[in-house]
């Protein structure tokens, strides 16, 4: 089964705020991320939050971490065409602390 | 700013020809990875270095895919035969060392097409 589960799509309007909720199995994650991919390039790290935080704010972005329920959440505030992209949820597991990936989620900001 | 270099950015071959990708990491940057990203989903781990040893390669199909960093800087990730479901985007990225905390810069990714 998939270790890092996201919904696969998300429209907003500009300006109003985006929710990208994830789901990880791995209760022994110490760092989870949030990676953003715009159409043909690499990944670009946003954000990251370590197990024992509950949440981490970076400017207009969010993160939540409920560890209990393995949920982790991103929040972007005042949403731009700009952040029109595919967003990322990893954890990192064993102990070379891999990076296993959702499928991401893709964002469409409409103007 | 300092970025991860790949090349090509675009390949196009033949089932069952070779292919090679390179990519050059962040300067000081001992651990570098391989990934595959296949259309719609997250990127998979195929190999991550620490300098020029192989610390993971557990999911490398090692009957066609081969990845070597001889002098522990620029890497090599070879395919030979390529097959049709090879066809993906790979993504080279590195970090100052293996281990929590630490960030992962990739580079803009290699998309090969195999026909």
């Known amino acids: 089964g998939e270790d890092v589960e996201q919904s696969l799509f998300l429209s907003v309007r500009e300006g109003d705020s985006s929710v990208i909720n994830c789901t990880y199995t791995?209760?022994?994650?110490?760092?989870l991320y949030w990676y953003k991919q715009e159409p043909g390039a690499g990944l670009q790290l946003l954000t990251y939050?370590?197990?024992?935080?509950d949440m981490k704010q970076d400017q207009r972005l969010t993160v939540l971490l409920n560890k209990k329920d393995k949920h982790l959440s991103l929040r972007i505030a005042d949403t731009q065409t700009g952040d029109s992209a595919i967003y990322f949820c990893?954890?990192?597991?064993?102990?070379?602390?891999?990076?296993?990936f959702g499928k991401g989620t893709l964002l469409t900001v409409n103007p | 700013e300092a970025e991860v270099a790949q090349s090509p950015r675009y390949k196009i071959t033949e089932k069952s020809q070779a292919v090679a990708f390179w990519c050059d990491p962040i300067?000081?940057?001992?651990?570098l990875y391989w990934y595959r990203q296949i259309l719609g989903q997250g990127p998979e781990l195929l190999v991550q270095?620490?300098?020029?040893?192989?610390?993971?390669d557990s999911q490398l199909p090692k009957d066609r895919f081969s990845a070597e960093r001889l002098k522990g800087v620029d890497s090599t990730l070879k395919i030979q035969p390529a097959e049709l479901g090879d066809s993906a985007m790979y993504l080279c990225?590195?970090?100052?060392?293996?281990?929590?905390?630490?960030?992962?810069?990739f580079g803009p990714g290699t998309r090969l097409t195999v026909l």
């Open positions: 939050i370590f197990s024992n935080m």
């Open positions: 270095f620490q300098d020029e040893s192989v610390v993971d």
């Open positions: 990225a590195s970090s100052l060392s293996q281990g929590r905390g630490n960030e992962q810069f």
């Open positions: 791995d209760s022994s994650s110490t760092y």
């Open positions: 990893a954890e990192t597991q064993g102990s070379n602390y891999k990076l296993t």
């Open positions: 300067s000081g940057h001992a651990t």
